[in-house]
């Protein structure tokens, strides 16, 4: 068969040929390019050469190029383009792929060959990049269990299984219980507060179960609403004891079992491979590497964002009384409460600003923005195939005015593409004897669509979305490595949103958004007291936030650093493991733990904190650019050549100290979230 994916791509920038590419050739060409990885894994564990770095780990970083390209544009249109084909097709695929990497790590030759290279490592001679590929590599072996002898092996393998397992059956069960609550109102009056949307969308939902009324759920965009908006104390409270007893009703679906049975085998396989706890196996290649730099940084956290926490309570309490609120609020209270604060306090919504977020001015302004910091120059090129007409596409160049990269955006929601919206790539940046390959970057989101009368006009958020994703997209553009395991993105789970979360700070700043934010009716500059507005309402609640988010890490790094098995009531685990942050008297019949989708079933394990530990980095990142002025050229050059170029190259903490001169300390965080 004459195979697209598997000839040489004949395009501009041998970009994927989107166009010649049909479902049916997805199987062949992976079947065939696993075929010659495979013998590419070969001439590399049967080489009769003694191992070295070069001929091992470089080399092992090398195979399966096509493989790689033909795997990312399935797995990339499985996610933008997709359909009921494709879909199947990527189904069967995977555990191809899942057996085909495993395969490599438990190859025992192999392993060896590392292992050699691994034990010489000091006297080699070896760079810091070198270095860093090397103990990714060795790490990725480790901890798929190849340097064990053969009995702890089939230990290691047994729990690897049922690990896997019992967090498909963890999801399971939250989202059967969150599926099988519904709530259905069928008088007008108990719909009081709710907006128009939120009704519709719930008599739809009753519609479509042959309900008469409205019918209100446990997923988020009829749950959250319903909590913010609904007049009716008794809903809310029902309601809200629904969504926090999921997996958590003693009956099939309860999840407490399989919480303190996931939290002991995770404990016993980081045994196994000679850790004394499963943080301790996790956090070993993160920025923040150890459980004690994790446990002293929420404690830190926690210690300064109290008292601001302390105050957002007290005033919700008192507006609550104020505005008729009989007794002590309850948790059921709290996210109504807050929202007619916030509402009466800075009378700000997206209907207010929306005029001023053209999408056309806001691609403008962003690509600008790049010109302007980084010397990026974008140029539109739809020469370059595209996988549907309203993918936009544009090649990069440097100050330079070498090529440094191909960005795709795909702007708008269709019916084949997820929900969200993420940065990937088609191909990464590698250096490959002395050529350097660059990369194919994209953005992929789903906004606002332009109407028949109105263009696309965004929400504040969907306008930050889109500088995050822009952050993580100059990772990947401007990066500059020479093994492809390290480049762009390819770095700490805790140090990958620092260049994402940057970006978003400027959707703060008035010297950036005057420059672009206009009415699109009158081109009126977006007034300063919008602005005022904006950088105010940010700030509303965080301290509260910030000590529920803490609450969340305490818990998962609690279930993380045991280095006994418990046997534990989970609810008394879990309330002693967030005592410190609660304002609230425990509810009776809810439970945290059981519907954790994040650490039990989901990646998040022992990296809960992660998600504030982004944040700190990127004000402490951004406060150091206010420093000089936003559009500091210096500024923005060190934070080019010591993170965006570097990818993985290093550890990240030595990477953001060359930025910084400095670790990165909670200050500025503190500052942003008004929480001094
Ligand atoms: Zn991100």
Redesign the pocket.
Known sequence: MNNPLLNKWNTPFETPPFHLIKTVHYSPAVEESIKSAGEEIKTISENPEPADFENTIAALDRIGERLGNVTSVLFNLNSAETNKDLQEVTRDISPVLTRFSNDITLNETLFSRIKTVHDSRDSAGLNTEQKMLLEKKYRNFILGGAGLGEEKKSRFREISEELSQLSVKFEENVLSDTNAFEFNLTDETDLAGLPEGVVEMASMEAKSRGKKGWVFTLHFPSYVPFMKYSEKREHRKKMFKAYTSRAFHGDGNDNKKLVTKIANLRLELSNILGFNNFSEMILGDRMADTTTKVLTFLDELHCASKPAAQRDFEAVKKFAVENGHKGKPERWDWDFYSEKLRKSRYDIDDEVLKPYFRLENLEKAILDLATNLYGIRFIANNQIPVYHSEVKTWEAFGDDGLFLAILYIDYFPRPGKNGGAWMTSYREQKTEAGKEIRPLISIVANFTRPTETKPSLLSFSEVTTFL?EFG?ALHGILTRCNYESLSGTNVARDFV?LP?QFMENFAYEKEWLSQWAVHYRTGEIIPDELIEKIRLSATFNEGYACNRQLGFGFLDMAWHTLTRPVSDNVSEFEAEAMAKTEFFPHVEGSNISCSFGHIFGGGYASGYYGYKWAEVLDADAFKYFKEAGIFNSETAASFRKNILEKGGTDKPMNLYKSFRGREPTIDAFLERSGLK
């Open positions: 995050h993580h949103e994402s």
